[in-house]
């Protein structure tokens, strides 16, 4: 309860629950990827279902098995989806990881919109620290000390210390407006009260 009131502490249900911005075509669509998932229909996903399914998708779209780091990728897949580690996915937490993917798809307009004023202005004033002329651009170094503070703000410090890969934009210069549009899909992905959030920031296509 001592972090209620933090960027680190609770959120509403209906803003923290990603799921809830999808079209239902999409909802449909995941809660079919779900059952393929779980052949056995238990609402439960299994590290061997996970990698069986990883498996056959292998064998439809390259006509072969999965190879030993292919599997290990997908057993270390299925491990960041468990999010209360009890060896196990059930559909909340699938929700979870498939909402961030379904959402790239969208356009990047769209997903600025579903953005909260206060998740604008948090991310606005760590941006605005680093502009020092005030024109709303930022240089390359300092676009990575933005995002760095903004993740460290949300305690979103990746394991291996490597900020870079969360930068989104490639131009040498970072105009706020470009800014908002590419790291709203980063900013939805790290809503408070998302268990397991670090898992399902986006990176660049670079790393």
């Known amino acids: 309860m001592e972090n209620a009131t933090t960027d680190k502490?609770?959120?509403?249900?209906k803003c923290e629950n990603l799921g809830s911005l999808l079209e239902e075509e999409d909802t449909q669509l995941m809660i079919d990827n779900f059952d393929q998932h779980d052949p056995d229909?238990?609402?439960?996903?299994?590290?061997?279902?996970?990698?069986?399914?990883?498996?056959?998708?292998?064998?439809?779209?390259?006509?072969?098995?999965?190879?030993?780091?292919?599997?290990?990728e997908a057993r270390d897949a299925f491990d960041n989806i468990d999010i209360n580690r009890?060896?196990?996915?059930?559909?909340?937490e699938f929700v979870t990881a498939e909402s961030v993917h379904f959402l790239q798809k969208k356009p990047k307009e769209y997903l600025v919109k579903l953005l909260t004023p206060r998740e604008i202005q948090r991310v606005r004033?760590?941006?605005?620290?680093?502009?020092?002329n005030g024109q709303g651009m930022l240089v390359q170094n300092y676009y990575q000390?933005?995002?760095?503070q903004w993740m460290e703000g949300l305690g979103l410090e990746p394991k291996d210390g490597d900020y870079t890969k969360y930068l989104l934009v490639e131009s040498g210069i970072v105009q706020w407006d470009t800014f908002l549009?590419?790291?709203a899909i980063s900013i939805l992905s790290a809503r408070p009260n998302i268990s397991g959030k670090k898992h399902f920031l986006p990176v660049s296509h670079r790393s």
Do not use: P
């Open 181 to 183: 549009r590419e790291h």
């Open 9 to 13: 502490g609770w959120s509403c249900f």
């Open 145 to 148: 000390e933005v995002i760095k």
């Open 86 to 92: 009890d060896g196990s996915i059930g559909w909340w």
């Open 41 to 72: 229909q238990n609402t439960q996903v299994t590290v061997d279902e996970f990698v069986a399914f990883q498996q056959n998708l292998c064998r439809q779209m390259k006509g072969r098995e999965l190879s030993e780091s292919e599997e290990q």
């Open 125 to 132: 004033d760590v941006y605005k620290e680093k502009d020092f």
